[in-house]
């Protein structure tokens, strides 16, 4: 018996420390990117020995209510990801996150990183998380269709107004713009705000402005003017990527990453062109949306010897490369490989400009609004008349006013 | 009866029959006519399912496909990008081993509430049974904070334990109906010969309460198989998921994934479920005829 | 020795207060067996459904710190922002109108279909065929239909062949259109099932009620409404009642179908639930939805109980 009670011990101990051969989890919500992050497991495995095993979620409320629930009973994941912004700052008020001013001194003194890569992940002056995605939003437009009507790339907003005339009097439609899945509906509302009034986009996240302002108006009445100009594509469709690669519309505004997709879809890389879509006021200061997806580590993940190497990896030039090879996303490490065409043309037009970066309307909204919001300028999308507008507004302002009243 | 051949107006039945026969098969038109609206949805899918992703980008939607090869690739595509493998493994098993034992344990407890003779027989029948008349959504929250403090969230035995307690209360009613019906003479003969409660229930009532059980077990594999809420609340990781909920990734955010197989999957995921329907159709329907009772 | 003293012991010594006691012990003995065979079931009833039901009241009257934990007491708080949000409103009405609905409609084309089928030889080859939609899951169901109503789908398409230009409606993206069409979508789901309850009721009549009418001279719409109709009556309520639940929880189909559409969260209750719990991790005030959904179902059940034990009465 007793020997049997030995080898039992035995065996367990064994197949116990085979599972702990050098495994470290990330867990996420972005399963369309699965296979990428495998790659760069496998990368990370043959490099420090520590394989990074991608552990996704179906869907980003599931998600957000397993985080959270983990934390709330202090058995938070070494490491994961989460947004920026507002959700960003819950998730560091909660304590169970690591501080990363040392992981980031390193990267930022190495050259590879600049410090406005930083900055959007910093709370109360320090930097809380990595990136896993730095994606600026674009307009991508169909080279080939410009070249053919005889429009060059639009660098002011009277430019970029013509440039749509001109695609529609030629009988196609400028821009492509959908519902789908039910987030899209703050894409152009914030690509206009920011064009029209910046000094009022950050108030609207933090209660300052409100959703029935006259800049809210004047957005709403610009972009309604373009549906009644027949510029938009069916917002209806469920094929956003598809309309575009069919021709559906000459002009995308969309993150960086959609670029993978549509050369998925078919599109040629070189026929996909870039600029930042131009501000109203050629007076204002260049600016640029931003999307991080930051990767996060729990105070018992700092102390935790693989998921520090398993960090480092994925942040250093050779993981960056892996990563923006497999996905087409860039994490701001400027010392690797850019990962398409796209980005470098980003990257070199933010530098000409020095443009300064917005956080994304998704991430700077308080996180109870962001759902009843959106989907309140997805009711717009889909009758984009101003009747519709001014109740649209109201009815984010009623939500607005009431957040902030309760807090 | 002796019927007088001469007051029988052969004309007026001829003319009868030939009516009711034109009736039957006008009535066949109709229900073909009908049959065929019913299945147009799936006019759809047959004709998307044997689109590959070019194809399908590039003509119109309703356009017939070109071919039916393509089939294979958006299976294969289908599988891989759902996880469906895992997923019809882990529906099987939930399914399986939750509908059995749900059943099993429904069964005893049918037992003791009918044939044992026991204080408050009602009670402890409305008490079981309670637990089908809230609506699910009274458990999600409940469940998903208990079940990550236990430590059973995303895990195989957690999903089995819920799905077998949730398929306890309908099949108890289901069973109790049943053996309340049951004579009791073969039990009190083998009482009387000196057999204890157990050997009473396995030798005795179970064997003649299998049709309904199996009619039982129908019902509830299938709600187990066909569950998606349960599975994205309380098992959400790709190990333990289940297929219906693996259909769900399709409809990710960021995904380039078209009709062609997002409908297939839909369809390999249907699929056990209609087999299982076909070979044991009669068992379905009398399963139904029990709840008559 | 009194009457009563020498009555106690005459049945002393025949031994009824043992005989008694033993049936007592007997009756507990029972009471031990009885839970054994009941346990497992009791078990897990209790601990995974009723067990969470009683914290979902509990957790209602809470405020919910998200990160934190459970909060303090909040009284009605809960309930009180519930009356207050429009999207509330919205699903209370939207699940008002599925409950009807889900009534309704399947009930009454599955007792077309059933009445139709009836007595029609090779009937067997139509039954399989109305049934086989409730084979499949919901949330296929709901992906099939996604694309039978989307703007450049089946319906258009079919409706475009009676019309001179296209017909581009997106049935599940506006406010008027988005509940019908998943209702629609419900009813081909549901009406197999009912229709094969309701031959299954039919066939249960006596035929002699019949004949004898028959004889005396009803034509078929007298006998349908004196006869058929009230002998059914007790599997109508059956079927009643589960059209009732099934169309209160139906979630996965507004899942998969409404996901386009902007309102997605006032489509139905236990949708709105969802989402503030799971979306928002507002689970204080989701508990609160889901204890309203809760009172609304077990009223709309007992209602049934009652109108069954009439009917009952009324049968016999």
Redesign the interface.
Known sequence: MKKLLAGLAMTTLLAGSAAWADEVQLFHDKGFWSEQLQTVGEASLQETGVKIVETPYANAEQYKAFIQASIASGETPNLFTWWTGEPFNELVSTGQIAPLGDVWKEMVASGNYGESAKELFVVDGEPYAVPLVLARWVVMYDKPLFEELGISEPKTWEEFIAAAETIKAAGKTPFVATVQDGWRGFIWFQELMLRMHPEAYNGLNDGSVAYNSDEVREVFKTWSDMYAKGWFSDPRSTEEVNDFARGNGAMYLIGEWAFGLLTAAGVSADDIGVFIMPNIDGTDPSAVIVEGAPMVVSTAGIKDENTMKALEYFVSVNGANVWGEASGNYIGNDAAKAPNAVVSKVNGDIAASNAGSYLRWWEAVPPDLQGELVAEMNRFMLDPTMETAEDVMAKMQTLNAAYWADQ | MAVDLNTLDFDEIARKEAARHRGRRWKVAVALLFSLVWVVPFYFLAISIFKSSTEYASNPPLSLPAGLSPIAENAQRAWELGNMGQSMLNSGFYGTLGAALAVFFAAMAAFAITRIDLPWKNGWFMLIFAGTVFPFQMYLIPLFFGYQKLGLLNSHLGMLLFYTAICVPFPTLVLRNFMSGLSREMDEAARMDGAGEFTVFFRVVLPNTVGPMIAVFLLQFTWIWNDMLFSTVLGNRLETRSIMNALLIFQGSYSSIGPNIVLTAALIASVPSLILFFLLRRHFMQGLQVQQA | MDRAAQDTELLNRIGLDQTLRRERV??RG??G??????A???V??????????G??IW?SFTKWK????FGEYAGWANYEKMASN??FTDALINTAIWVVASIVFPIALGLIMAL??RN????EA?K???F?PR??????VG???F??Y?????LN??LSLFTTGDVEI?WL??DNTVTPAIIATFV?QTAGLVM??LL??LA?IPRDPVEAAHIDGANKWQIFRFITLPLLM??LL?VTILSV?AG??V??LL??MG???????SLA??VF???E???????AF??A???V??LV??GV?WIQTLLQSRVDRMVR
């Open positions: 007997r009756r029972q009471l067996l009885g839970l054994l065979f009941m497992p079931a009791l897990l009833v209790t601990s995974l459904l009723l067990v969470p039901v914290y979902n957790l998200k990160f934190k934990g429009p999207f139709f089928l029609m030889r090779g009937a139509f399989n065929v109305v086989i084979i499949l899951a919901p949330t296929a992906v099939l239909w694309y039978v989307a703007p450049d789908g089946l398409r079919g997106g993206y506006q081909w094969v309850l299954l009721g249960a007790p599997t059956m639940l209160f929880t979630f996965d899942w998969v996901a386009n559409y902007p309102g997605q969260r209750l236990a639930m969802y989402f719990a799971f979306q928002k991790g507002s689970w989701g508990s939805v889901a204890v959904i809760g179902v077990l059940t």
